[in-house]
């Protein structure tokens, strides 16, 4: 199917007379979850809407659409790789979509679909990195809300770190030796990072005492990536010591969320790979670059389609009803799930700098 709608079939799905349209949106991973537990949850999904759909519309529509609904849950992929799956049904319209997303299941029968509904319905799980630094030893911990595990730790290595003789006698000041040895020992830490944050795109953490932070802050090229830099020894610190002093910065996950989003946005720019705008923003998703997706909330946009599919125009009235696109920002952001990449949402006026919508390139 054609991941966006056509005009002729917006109109009909938009219109008052066509209701209900149905939206399931739930967990679906074939590769992870059995059979009959899945087909077990769609069963229990439908009917809830069988009921729904009773109690509200007359019997004749409430039949058609749930026979649509049966043939399509019947037809569904138990062989994919994906997390989740939108299921959108009407009298006149269905669509299926496979996501790479983690939801929460979520149903609904109103008058239209709204796209936005699947990102609304993502879990929001707190997880986030940590890059402790002592002289002793560097770990990067990978935090969420129940736990904080290790994935790296990597110590010095004396030969790596030892100068020869005849260099060690050029140094008169002993403590100069040693902030050239750690900034050594760090750049190697850098190494580290590249790999780590290549693979978790989540918001860092610094933790370490002053003066390895002020080395690591005047090397490090991720300085963007940093939400806070946690000041302190924690040479001995246990996990559970960790967590209770990282626990006063994680307090409002939502602006760590923005910070490390808008930190994104700005390193993509820096490596141009970054589109903002509605405009640039539906060229590049339309040719399937769209890898994250960042949106203020009630941001809408209503648009006229260009000569080609990647091109669009601010819509005019009079609008050409063959043309016209109710809102090109619901579009973009079935295009970009649909084509594996992700979606986030944040406040109004966060965006202002990106015209409101901004998106990160694959390549």
């Known amino acids: 199917m054609n991941s966006t709608l056509t005009p002729e079939i917006r109109e009909i799905s938009e219109a008052l007379h066509y209701r ?11 590769k992870m979850v059995s059979k009959n537990e899945l087909t077990h949850s769609l069963k229990l999904a439908l009917d809830r809407v069988n009921e729904q759909l009773r109690e509200n519309y007359p019997n004749k529509i409430s039949a058609l659409v749930m026979s649509k609904l049966k043939s399509i849950v019947k037809e569904l992929n ?83 770190i030892t100068d020869p003789p005849e260099k060690v006698a050029n140094f008169s000041d ?4 040693k902030d050239i040895l750690l900034e050594k020992f760090l750049h190697h830490i850098e190494k580290s990072l590249d790999l780590i944050l290549s693979s978790y795109h989540l918001p860092l953490f610094v933790m370490g005492t002053e003066r ?7 090397l490090t090229k991720y ?31 939502k602006n760590i969320r923005d910070k490390d989003l808008l930190n994104q946005l700005h390193e993509a720019a820096d490596n141009k790979k970054l589109a903002f705008g509605m405009k640039s923003v539906w060229q590049e ?24 599919g990647d091109i669009i125009y601010k819509a005019t009235e009079p609008y050409n009803k063959f043309s016209y ?15 594996g990449g992700d979606v986030e949402f944040v406040d109004e006026n966060i965006l202002t700098p990106f015209q409101h919508i901004a998106l990160v390139k694959y390549y």
């Open 223 to 253: 300085g963007s990536a940093v939400i806070e830099y946690i000041p302190g020894n924690y040479e001995e610190a246990t996990v559970e010591k960790l967590r209770k002093t990282l626990e006063p910065y994680l307090l409002n996950w």
């Open 212 to 218: 390895i932070m002020g080395h690591f802050k005047k």
């Open 78 to 160: 138990f062989n994919t790789h994906k997390k989740s799956v939108a299921i959108y049904v009407s009298p006149v319209f269905e669509k299926v979509l496979y996501l790479d997303i983690t939801v929460e299941q979520k149903i609904i029968i109103d008058e239209s679909f709204e796209i936005r509904d699947l990102v609304y319905s993502k879990k929001q799980l707190r997880k986030y990195l940590v890059l402790l630094l002592s002289g002793k030893e560097c770990r990067i911990l990978l935090g969420n809300t129940n736990s904080l595990v290790r994935i790296i730790s990597d110590s010095p290595d004396p030969a790596y």
């Open 325 to 339: 696109i109710k809102d090109a920002v619901d579009d973009v952001i079935e295009k970009v799930l649909a084509n």
């Open 20 to 30: 209900p349209a149905i939206s399931i949106i739930m967990p679906f991973e074939p």
């Open 285 to 308: 998703a339309m040719n399937h670059k769209g890898k994250l997706l960042v949106v203020e909330k009630n941001f809408m946009y209503a648009a006229e389609q260009g000569s080609t």
């Open 174 to 177: 002993p403590s100069a030796r």
